[in-house]
């Protein structure tokens, strides 16, 4: 499957902090699926980020949340990816390693069910264009968004998604819960360095 989805606006409000993974570095869920990346706090012109420098690693922090999906019309975050892995491309598990990820996971994973229905939002050097969904390889609900890639590499970006618009048009149903928020980013498969950096996730309009 592949197909284009456009970014979308909403109407601006008040903001709702979703995720801050700077503040939330030691209180939120570290998993590390191989190795063990370097996080550190990053004071920048755009405030405190959250700096993510895999180590031939793959790690991620996961936020536990409860909001319902469909309430997620106005989602925006910043980030900035410093180095990309050149040879990656996500539509083979060999080479799939990622620059940056933010993950919306709607359910709860568990030892037992692992696939649960998920939007990952990434930042990959894998050669679509901007908007382009694909199917991961590993999961068959984890759904890949690819929404910045080589040319954007060292520059903020910032971006406003409407996450219950983009679950509609990918998964063909409504959007159910929103349990967790995460951040992640590797180079176990193609050895090539990268590093991120992840801002607060806001919903721009209210998610209630």
């Known amino acids: 499957m592949v197909a284009v989805l456009a970014a979308t606006?909403?109407?601006e409000a008040a903001d709702r902090l979703l995720f801050d993974?700077?503040?939330m570095l030691g209180t939120a869920e570290r998993m590390d699926f191989k190795g063990h990346n370097g996080f550190t706090v990053e004071h920048t012109e755009s405030g405190d980020m959250l700096r993510s420098t895999p180590r031939l690693?793959?790690?991620g922090l996961y936020q536990s949340v409860d909001l319902p999906?469909?309430?997620?019309?106005?989602?925006?975050?910043?980030w900035r990816v410093d180095q990309l892995q050149q040879h990656a491309d996500i539509r083979a598990l060999p080479t799939e390693d990622f620059g940056a990820i933010v993950f919306f996971i709607f359910g709860e994973p568990s030892l037992f069910n692992r696939d649960v229905p998920t939007i990952a939002?990434?930042?990959t050097?894998?050669?679509v264009a901007?908007?382009?969904?694909?199917?991961?390889?590993?999961?068959?609900?984890?759904?890949?968004?690819?929404?910045?890639?080589?040319?954007?590499v060292?520059?903020?970006?910032?971006?406003?998604?409407?996450?219950?618009?983009?679950?509609?048009?990918?998964?063909?149903?409504?959007?159910?819960?929103?349990?967790?928020?995460a951040v992640f980013n590797d180079n176990d498969d193609t050895k090539e360095p990268t590093s991120a950096l992840f801002g607060p996730i806001v919903c721009a309009a209210p998610c209630e």
């Open 130 to 152: 901007n908007g382009t969904v694909l199917q991961s390889l590993r999961f068959a609900s984890l759904k890949f968004v690819q929404l910045r890639g080589r040319t954007e």
């Open 21 to 23: 993974p700077a503040r």
């Open 9 to 11: 606006t909403g109407a």
């Open 69 to 78: 999906g469909a309430g997620l019309a106005s989602v925006t975050w910043r």
């Open 121 to 123: 939002y990434v930042w």
């Open 154 to 181: 060292g520059g903020w970006q910032s971006e406003t998604r409407n996450v219950a618009a983009d679950y509609r048009a990918i998964f063909g149903t409504e959007p159910p819960r929103l349990r967790k928020i």
């Open 57 to 59: 690693s793959a790690s």
């Open 125 to 127: 050097a894998t050669p």
